[in-house]
């Protein structure tokens, strides 16, 4: 004798422990979740480190396309113990809408600060040849230091023709 | 001040420092709503993280710490190194294998599901730590309760496979950066010559005689 199952959708109750089944996946789901964060909650915590940045932007001279910006900051490491800085740049946008992805060069590329020591962070950004001229605004940030950063502005100017011999 | 005409900038930023003047400064403090980084806060945190591995399952350790890469990493692409490392790896191969991997064996959602953990500051921390001066005097006091992430932790967030590689490779360069920081007061040259000690007598034994 042969005893065959239900078609899936058969029954008066298969829709009901259809949805039973999807409400208890994602309350299983739910509660996973819920659990996981509080479980977050009472992990030890890392401290860590906040940039604070003065009022001051850094702001380039006019420079025309196809020559470098070198621009600095410093760093002051005001914890009580020693602290990595990576520094990096945000992409640059000008008004227009033009987006400028600068490959700066960071001089050095990280720094180990020790307790009260500042460091001088260098930068050279090469402007392309074929970028219009504008302001071009973006951020310097240093990695890992939750939000924050110093405004930029790297302002391109036209290229001074070349006066004839 | 005026406007740069040629430049739109306004007196709001008309900041850029003279030749010669100081270049801007930016300070590194604690966060306002904890104890600070001192060796005794850095070390309870270190030895509270070790203890909490005995209380955890490896699936949650190991999927907060792909969470917390990804975090890095997804805060990384922000930048324009960042973006153009992201836009590579997403039009490549890596990117579309990755993506299957991630779906396919469920780690995105597992990695989405938990808080992040904040790998560079525990990085940094424990950086911090080989480097404190006052590592004994921290070792001999009474043992002081680690702070607990409390609600200002991360909330967990979409872990992407290309945000997890780029967080892993933020995360090496810094392992990098800081271990030879770590050595270079005490690095020999990398070109040295250490000639035998004349003065030491020979080693006289069974097979040497």
Redesign the interface.
Known sequence: MRVANDEPGDGPFAELVLMQAEFQARLLEETTRYLRRLQGVFEPRAPGTVLRAGSEALVSPPVPAGETVELSVEVENRQRAHTMVTPSITPLVEPSGTTFFPAAEFSPPSRLLAPDEIALLAFRVPLPAELTPGTYRGMLVLQGFREGGVPLAVQVCPSQPTPAP | MTT?P????GP?????PAPGQ???????????D??????A??L??LA??LA?LHT?SGA?AIG?LTAGYAA?GR??A???????LFEAITRGRAGGNGEQLWDTLLIGKWAS???PT?V???L??D??LL??PDLDAAFELPPIP??????S?T??EPATPVHYLLGMW?FA??VI??IE??AAATMPPRSQVVRADSAQPDVRGPLLP
């Open positions: 740069d040629r430049s739109g900038v709001a930023e008309a900041s850029t100081a270049p801007p400064r930016l300070l590194l403090v604690d966060e306002p904890g104890s600070g980084r001192t060796t806060t850095m309870a945190s509270a993280r909490a955890i949650d907060a890095l805060e990384f922000r930048t324009a190194d960042g973006r153009r599901s938990l808080p904040p560079l500051d525990q940094r921390n950086l911090a480097l404190a680690a702070e607990i992430a409390g609600v932790r909330d967990p933020v360069c810094e950066a800081g920081a770590l």
